[in-house]
């Protein structure tokens, strides 16, 4: 019995072994030779695609494992909506079932956008195969197009309708949702600057009460990082090296159509430049050479911008100078206790690589040698990161291109660099409908056409029609940028202007070709050279006019040269607080014509910003004088006459030498002049989404001397200084800037045309 019992335990163990073996053992794949290859349910691809796409040899002995990697391969093409491999026999048959082609693309439910501007996003295309993947991707480009205009809330659901054939149509289904708006941003952490003075520096705005017609108060998520940046260039170009955008936190509204950005940021402590000083590895380098060169001096307030100007300036020193490999390496000293950084300017030896080659991409319309001018170096002239840094700046400064990125790689060598600009094209024509309107000139309707890329070679060419009340003036104006290839610019202005003045008993018509070359002669300072030849009418002379206007009624020509130098520091300057800009020019006429005559004017600008930024200074100094040549006297044409821009409290040509024995006592102009205005700009405390700011002002001028009097008394062309205080509303509207004047003459004549308000304002569409 106990035998018996043995035995059963042994065979069930044996059993239950070979169980154990059945299941650990895998089996082996079944093979099937492939003599044949049958294709079933296709429609527009031909069957030998698929038979392309399986990548089968005849007579093949394939596993399952390869068959279902051969189904994979026709499932990746993206044709089919499915497919089956069955063995059939010496041969497999493949059953597939197409996906539908898309019939047309439509987009419903969109109120804020176009469906030309959402189809740009869309990649799915009619008459190609229909993918529920790209259809899923496009809805999101969609959404992610209403993300931009500030439409956070918006959803977009693909949908197709099946059409006969095959074929079915696409549609977006859109709800917009509502405009998220910046109701405040908010500043944690600021001390030195104002949240109004803050807001000024970022790109995001609040929300202003009208909404229905600004843009720029709506959220965008991608504004937020350009604004951190910005907020750190703002610092750090008056002395804050140390600040920091610690956070930006947003938060939204319950309804979720109003948001509330705050900016927390570090401030540190405002460094100025201490000791500046000038080291070289060349032994032939004069230092004496570049330390005179620096426009850094002890006491300034540290900008960084100022550091690469320096450096900049000093390399550009090292080429003249025939060091070609020189390169200057700020060393700062930090000196915590006085607030100061200690700066020395080391000239290194930089590595000896040239550059290879500039390859451009991308441009379908710019030439090449658009792009290519905006190098100073190249190819085989040596490399300079920062000459590619400030290439990379002026292409992007251009305007032509919506996007512009330059890189370098390595070339064919160690020692050679290949410099990559890739760009991308964006229109640059624009047709232009406004107006404009003052208290002087009444209401002109402007219309206009300019294209900045001219053909694709970087010109400027356009065309402008200003017609109002009293005056009418067709201009035509073309500019070449880079003559030769130098920066030497050439323009050409055609104009014809004619004004009929209320004030005046006469009317005048100019018309006008003047050719010009423009050049530097400074880093921040330019000289133009000038011809112009004019054929200049007074006409409709009324018999109440005065006597000197009778005698100069008539046409004459007038052939003139002359040079305009401009300085302009009011945004190239090293302190972002200040600016001046300083012009000077004189034209001669005489070279021919009817007239003779030198005409001088000037005129200086001197600003800043004071009291944390929040009150800007200005100072306004011009002056001109004409002088008769060769025994001549100017005409009306020649001579100055001041506006109500110029001096405000009175109208254009309201005040000057007057014939006050004519009937039509009109104001005569004046061989000179002299204007000043002294102006503060400040907030007035409403919100800033209002846009409204004020300012008050101090203005004086003169106009007086004539070289004709018709020998009457009555004529007194003698200097009397006028002057007006005042306060000025400027209102910064989506339309176009608004400026009213009220103004109060303190210094006058009982003849002046005065006036107590005025205001301007121009728009363009």
Do not use: H
Not at 185 to 210: M, W
């Amino acid at each position: 019995m106990q035998r018996a019992t043995w035995a059963k335990k042994l065979s069930m163990s044996c059993l239950a072994a070979v169980f154990f073996i059945g299941l650990t053992v895998s089996p082996v794949d079944a093979q099937t030779r492939v003599n044949s290859i049958t294709v079933d349910g296709t429609q527009r691809v031909p069957s030998a695609t698929v038979i392309d796409l399986a990548g089968i040899e005849r007579g093949a002995v394939l596993t399952d494992g390869q068959i279902n990697d051969v189904l994979q391969r026709i499932v990746a093409s993206g044709l089919f909506q499915t497919v089956e491999i069955v063995p059939v026999g010496n041969g497999l048959r493949i059953e597939v079932v197409e996906r539908p082609t898309l019939n047309r693309i439509n987009i419903e439910g969109n109120d804020r956008l176009s469906d030309e501007s959402l189809l740009d996003v869309v990649q799915s295309a009619p008459r190609r195969v229909y993918s529920a993947t790209q259809a899923v991707a496009d809805a999101e480009a969609i959404v992610n197009a209403y993300v931009a205009a500030g439409r956070l809330a918006a959803t977009v659901e693909p949908r197709i309708i099946r059409r006969t054939e095959n074929r079915v149509d696409l549609v977006f289904e859109v709800s917009e949702g509502r405009v998220i708006e910046n109701e405040r941003i908010s500043f944690v952490g600021n001390r030195a600057f104002t949240d109004r003075r803050l807001r000024r520096a970022v790109e995001t705005k609040q929300a202003g009460f009208l909404r229905a017609i600004i843009r720029a108060d709506s959220f965008i998520p991608e504004r937020i990082a350009f604004d951190r940046q910005a907020l750190t260039d703002f610092y750090q170009s008056r002395g804050y090296v140390d600040f920091r955008v610690l956070d930006v936190s947003t938060e939204f509204s319950r309804e979720r159509d109003a948001s509330f950005v705050t900016f927390t940021v570090r401030e540190g402590q405002q460094f100025s430049v201490g000791e500046v000083s000038v080291t070289s590895e060349f032994p032939d380098a004069d230092i004496e050479t570049y330390r005179d060169a620096l426009r850094l001096r002890t006491g300034q307030t540290w900008n960084p911008a100022q550091i690469d100007e320096q450096i900049e300036r000093l390399e550009r020193l090292a080429l003249q100078q025939g060091f070609d490999f020189l390169r200057v390496v700020p060393r700062v000293t930090r000196n915590s206790r006085n607030l100061t950084l200690d700066v020395d300017f080391a000239l290194v030896r930089g590595q000896r690589v040239f550059i290879e080659r500039i390859d451009i991409e991308g441009n379908t319309t710019t030439l090449d040698r658009v792009i290519r001018r905006q190098f100073d170096p190249v190819e085989g002239d040596p490399f300079n990161p920062r000459e590619i840094r400030n290439a990379a700046e002026r292409i992007r400064a251009l305007g032509f291109f919506s996007n512009a990125d330059v890189d370098t790689r390595e070339g064919s060598a160690a020692d050679q660099i290949v410099v990559d600009v890739d760009v991308e094209e964006q229109p640059t024509g624009s047709l232009t409908f406004g107006g404009t309107f003052s208290t002087d000139t009444g209401f002109a309707l402007v219309v206009g056409f300019s294209e900045r890329n001219f053909l694709g070679r970087g010109q400027s060419v356009g065309v402008q029609i200003q017609s109002g009340d009293e005056d009418r003036d067709i201009s035509l104006r073309f500019r070449e940028p880079a003559l030769f290839a130098r920066d030497l610019s050439f323009g050409i202005t055609i104009a014809d202007q004619t004004t009929n003045f209320s004030n005046a008993a006469y009317e005048t018509r100019a018309t006008s070709i003047s050719p010009s070359l423009g050049f530097p002669v400074s880093e921040n300072g330019r000289l133009s050279l000038k011809y112009t030849l004019a054929d200049e009418d007074i006409f409709n002379v009324t018999d109440d006019a005065s006597l000197i206007i009778e005698n100069e009624e008539g046409s004459k020509i007038r052939s003139a040269i002359g040079y305009d130098y401009t300085l302009d520091l009011l945004r190239g300057g090293l302190n972002p607080n200040r600016g001046f800009l300083f012009e000077f020019g004189q034209e001669f006429a005489g070279v021919g014509g009817d007239t003779e005559f030198l005409r001088t004017t000037s005129r200086v600008v001197a600003q800043r910003d004071v009291w944390n930024e929040e009150i800007t200074l200005r100072a306004i100094l011009e002056g001109g004088l004409v002088s008769s040549v060769g025994g001549g006297e100017t005409r009306i044409t020649d001579r100055f006459f001041l506006s109500s821009r110029q001096v405000r409290g009175f109208s254009s040509r309201g005040f000057g030498p007057r014939d006050t024995g004519a009937i039509e006592s009109d104001v005569l102009g004046g061989n000179k002049y002299v204007a000043a205005r002294f102006e503060a700009d400040f907030p007035l405390g409403l919100p800033e989404e209002f846009g409204i700011t004020g300012g008050v002002f101090l203005d004086m001028g003169s106009l007086w001397g004539l070289d004709d009097t018709a020998g009457d008394l009555t004529v007194d062309d003698g200097f009397e200084l006028r002057s007006s205080v005042g306060f000025s509303l400027l209102w910064d509207t989506p339309i176009g800037p608004l400026r009213m004047n009220f103004s109060n003459p303190i210094k006058s004549n009982p003849l002046d045309d005065k006036r107590s308000f005025d205001f301007t304002i121009s728009t363009a569409f």
